[in-house]
């Protein structure tokens, strides 16, 4: 793991340059000290009191490669964030974080039927997040930052809570609910079981993403297009088995591949936290092994987004920066994963349209 604070791109700190985060679990991305002060107003025990030894724990409980130790780590910070108190501290906190980032919009995740074991409803859950984006939103604005924030809300795939999850993100459509998402285990639960779910979102005409292709193979990206109708793919990191290249260089999409180019859909690549998980399995173990560059090559709209910060101990300006280190992208490039972030957010057509213009402005401000 890379313990950079700063990566330079033509000169320029590109914590600063404009950003938009597609894949960020509010779960994944809490400030350590916050873990502790909140588990002690509970009486909750963690494995470690102290911040710089608790992110340490975070960070190789969920680079241990046992899945085990992965998923222990969400069960300490969801266990924090049950309460309202919880809840909106939590996701205040994340705006703030997300602004030092560089970071203008932002649609973040989160499965609310996780923050039920405290007596809390799925929509105070929902009315807790939202109150904490707009308490952050308040604070970047008050510091001279703008930024928005918008939630995803994900069903997990091993539970049999889809349907409601769907009518609950519907029902918050029009108060900061953009997308809804299927996470937790990839191989063994496909998005065809959550039909019910997915084909009511459809009928709704209500935006999915679903993680697919991050340990599930290509058929589990396939599902997610069909059963899902997903205009993003969590990771899909799998697309690579739809993809050859020839001995002179070509790259050949197959059909799946060339249906994710030609309809645009958004790959929303997290190299880090692929790297901890089965996904790179048979690619390699660097961030040079991974197929972003090659899908980028092949004119699939990448982005890049940090999944876990806490636990993958990274952000967006930190996972650019590895990919700059392996593949010698400018900060043109960079604007294009911004673009392609944009392009492929939850927002209106008018609303996409201000964030493309923002995040131009904010390049060409740069000077270069
Ligand atoms: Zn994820």
Redesign the pocket.
């Known amino acids: 793991m890379s313990t950079r604070d700063t990566y330079l791109v033509q000169g320029i700190d590109i914590t600063t340059v404009p950003k938009v985060s597609l894949?960020d679990?509010l779960d994944g991305g809490l400030r350590p000290q916050t873990i502790i002060e909140l588990a002690d107003d509970i009486g909750y025990a963690l494995p470690a009191q102290d911040a710089t030894s608790l992110a340490r724990w975070f960070e190789e409980s969920s680079t241990s490669g046992e899945l085990e130790d992965y998923l222990e780590a969400f069960v300490h910070t969801t266990a924090v964030m049950q309460t309202t108190a919880g809840l909106t501290r939590v996701a205040r906190e994340f705006v703030s974080d997300l602004a030092a980032d560089g970071v203008l919009y932002a649609e973040v995740?989160w499965a609310p039927e996780q923050h039920l074991e405290r007596g809390l409803t799925l929509q105070e859950a929902v009315d807790a997040v939202r109150s904490g984006f707009a308490i952050g939103r308040a604070e970047v604005r008050a510091r001279g930052g703008e930024i928005d924030v918008r939630q995803v809300l994900c069903a997990m795939r091993q539970n049999d809570h889809s349907y409601e999850i769907a009518q609950l993100a519907v029902a918050n459509r029009y108060d900061g609910v953009v997308g809804f998402d299927l996470?937790g285990p990839e191989v063994g639960f496909p998005p065809s079981l959550h039909a019910e779910a997915l084909d009511y979102l459809a009928s709704k005409f209500f935006p999915t993403t679903i993680?697919a292709g991050?340990e599930g193979d290509l058929e589990s990206i396939q599902d997610a297009i069909v059963a899902g109708r997903a205009l993003r793919i969590?990771?899909g990191v799998r697309l690579i088995e739809d993809i050859s290249i020839t001995p002179a260089g070509e790259i050949v999409l197959g059909e799946t591949a060339s249906w994710v180019r030609d309809r645009g859909i958004t790959l929303e690549c997290?190299p880090s936290?692929n790297l901890a998980t089965a996904g790179m399995r048979d690619l390699g173990d660097t961030v040079e092994d991974h197929p972003f560059d090659i899908f980028y090559e092949a004119g699939i709209s990448v982005t890049v987004n940090p999944?876990?910060r806490l636990m993958s101990s990274t952000s967006i300006t930190r996972e650019l920066g590895l990919l700059v280190d392996a593949f010698g992208y400018d900060l043109g490039d960079l604007e294009v994963f911004a673009l392609n972030a944009a392009d492929g957010s939850f927002l209106r057509a008018d609303e996409r349209e201000d964030l493309a213009d923002r995040i131009t402005e904010g390049f060409d401000a740069l000077g270069l």
């Open positions: 894949h679990h995740r996470a993680h991050e969590g990771h997290c936290s999944d876990n």
